[in-house]
């Protein structure tokens, strides 16, 4: 999505729910929220739910056969049949209060799902119903124009990566995506966006020493480990130890 927006020529930020998780902004557009939910395949549970909305009792147990629009309210306490809806809703109520003054639900509809059951998905279902509430209206386009992040913003998002980054680095992630989000990080404290050097000098310093913990990790693999026997021999291996040894010295040297 990020890549869709560059191209797009939307200088925008783009984050993911976690990535933005303490930030807010005056504007917010939330992508393919209930799309996402329906793929998860927690349409009706999420359904039943929304429904509640419309409820004058309790949050989530029915003993009255309330109806809306025909359908009977079901038992929503999903905590232990479905309890992932419990995360799904976390994750939502986090993109929500991303916003300060106005937030945008923003969906693909499926056509191809509409023609063959004759009704749209989750993201129809929740509009529909949060609109008959009046939670919300339907618009063609947003326009918000181009909102820059502020210095603080950006900084606050690069060290949101370099922490992602070594919590990936430790559980031995990726090495490229461990790079990808040390240089994207790196590219958020530079002078036109947090402008702060000594951030920018620590992200690069981490960099290397991590890229550099991944390349004594591959040497040792390489080097010393028999596949045959299992385990690591030393023996005849006296100039790869010596090079591995000046490696780890530059490594404790950082």
């Known amino acids: 999505l990020r890549s869709d927006l560059l191209e797009m020529g939307m200088k925008n930020d783009c984050f993911g729910v976690v990535e933005a998780k303490g930030l807010e902004f005056a504007s917010v557009a939330l992508v393919g929220f209930f799309s996402h939910f329906e793929k998860l395949g927690n349409e009706e549970q ?66 191809r799902k509409k023609k063959k059951s004759g009704r749209g998905g989750l993201a129809q279902f929740a509009f529909h119903h949060l609109k008959k509430l009046g939670l919300l209206k339907t618009v063609d386009s947003i326009d918000e124009g181009e909102v820059e992040m502020t210095a603080q913003q950006h900084k606050a998002r690069g060290v949101l990566l370099v922490t992602q980054a070594i919590q990936l680095s430790r559980n031995f992630g990726n090495s490229e995506s461990v790079k990808e989000k040390f240089l994207e990080a790196a590219g958020r404290f530079k002078p036109d966006k947090g402008n702060d050097k000594h951030l920018l000098d620590q992200t690069m310093k981490h960099l290397q020493a991590i890229s550099l913990k991944y390349s004594l990790v591959e040497s040792m693999k390489r080097n010393f480990f028999d596949k045959e026997r299992g385990e690591y021999v030393l023996d005849g291996c006296f100039s790869e130890i010596v090079k591995f040894e000046e490696n780890l010295a530059k490594f404790f040297n950082l």
Not at 66 to 82: A, F, P
Not at 89 to 101: D, G, I, K, N, Q
Request: with cysteine.
């Open 46 to 111: 999420w359904k039943n739910v929304i429904r509640w909305l419309h409820s004058k009792y309790s949050v989530t147990k029915t003993e009255s056969g309330e109806k809306v629009e025909g359908k009977t309210l079901e038992d929503c306490d999903y905590i232990l049949s479905h309890p992932e809806l419990e995360d799904q809703a976390m994750m939502l109520y986090t993109a929500l209060t991303r916003s300060r003054e106005h937030l945008y639900f923003v969906e693909a509809e499926d056509e």
